[in-house]
Every structure is written in structure tokens, then in C-alpha cells.
């Protein structure tokens, strides 16, 4: 098994350039499948230099799957502006793209953490079945956004104490769908502390 390290790149997006960081897959026969991982609120910091970000990129590498985890429009140095989750599903899908065109015909895995998993269920529920096979959503804030509904497939991780996204909201959007969602005991919406535990989550939940 390799040991891939994130590398730079960039991708061609709808309003310019989206600088994105890449993480090969582990296995020494190349990749299983390509995974796309979607950072928190820019508002508030968050890039695709996030802690949560690259562990989840790391356990998909680990997985098998090449990972991508752009800076949407305005973040960093990818061009554009923010547009609070709507226009970022475009980019999403221009990363999409670009790694489907990479590597194609294979599986795809739609993850995010807060406000990424708001962008990446817009995605999903955009592009239908098609190629995506799973999607992760780590702290989705569904008190902000109105998120739509999801396959009854994914993963949803919450810290208990998560005083960003809170549980209680996350459970009212869950629960009509019938949609399990882990609980982290004792951890907030950063999952400080917990980014071993997350990975071991989403590890155990993935072929």
C-alpha cells in the first residue's frame, strides 16, 4: 500500500479556476473509485485545508479512492464568489467531472462536513443514482440550510455536543426519512479530539 501525500491541482470551473488538493488512492493498483469531499462554511474559515476535510480524504484514500477536496468559488485561490451553497454545486460538478474524466467509470462518493454536506446533497439529489454510490455527510447544519432528502444509504455523523449544527435539528430532518444518523458522544461540531473516531466510522461503513 502506497502512501499518497495531497497534491495540488487545478480544475477548470464555471466561473474559473478551482484550486483543488488531491490524494491519490493507497492501493498499489490504483484506484477503486473517486471520492469528493466538500469543506465547511467559508463565512466562518473553512477551506479544503480543514482537519475534518483531509482526514475524511485520507480514509477514502486508505479505501481505495482517489480523493478531491476543492476550495469552492471564492475560497483561497479559486475565483468566483461566494454564493452561500447554491452556485457551489456547479463547482462541485465541475470537479466531478474533471475526475470522471480521469478516471472513468468509476464509483463516486459524495462527501462533505457542515456546510459542504449541504452542498454535496444538492449534487446528489441533482445527478439522481447515475454514478454516485454513497454519500457522506459529517455535521450537516440542517437548521441553516434546507437540505433535501437523501438515499436512505447515507452516512450521517454528528458530534452530540455540536452547538454549530445541532443534533436535535439534525434528527427533526432524519427522522421523516427514517434515516439513521451515528452520534458521537461528547464531541462538538469540529470533532476535536474525536478525528480518529470519525475516520473509524466512516472506515467501518465503506466496502
Not at 491519490?24 to 485545508?49: E, K
Not at 449534487?123 to 432528502?149: C, H, M, Q, S, Y
Amino acid at each position: 500500500m502506497k502512501s499518497p501525500q495531497f497534491q495540488p491541482i487545478t480544475v477548470a470551473g464555471p466561473v474559473g479556476r478551482l484550486e483543488t488538493l488531491l490524494l491519490d488512492s493507497a492501493w498499489d493498483d490504483g484506484p477503486r473509485g473517486i471520492a469528493l469531499v466538500a469543506h465547511p462554511n467559508p463565512t466562518q474559515g473553512g477551506t479544503n485545508t480543514n482537519k475534518v476535510v483531509q482526514t475524511l480524504a485520507k480514509v477514502f484514500s486508505r479505501k481505495g479512492y482517489v480523493a478531491f477536496c476543492p476550495n469552492l468559488r471564492g475560497v483561497g485561490q479559486s475565483e468566483g464568489e461566494h454564493d452561500f451553497g447554491s452556485a457551489e454545486v456547479d463547482d462541485m460538478a465541475a470537479v466531478l467531472a474533471h475526475a470522471q474524466a480521469a478516471y472513468p467509470g468509476l464509483p463516486v462518493i459524495l462527501a462533505g462536513f457542515s456546510f459542504g454536506t449541504f452542498v454535496q446533497s444538492q449534487l446528489r439529489e441533482r445527478l439522481g443514482d447515475g454514478p454516485i454510490a454513497r454519500l457522506v455527510l459529517v455535521g450537516p447544519a440542517t437548521a441553516k440550510w434546507n437540505f433535501p432528502t437523501v438515499p436512505a444509504d447515507t452516512l450521517v455523523v454528528h458530534g452530540e455536543e455540536d452547538d454549530v449544527a445541532p443534533l436535535a435539528a439534525v434528527f427533526d430532518w432524519a427522522r421523516p426519512q427514517g434515516l439513521p444518523v451515528v452520534v458521537v458522544p461528547g464531541t462538538g461540531h469540529f470533532f476535536h479530539g474525536k478525528l480518529t473516531t470519525l475516520a473509524d466510522i466512516v472506515n467501518r461503513n465503506l466496502e
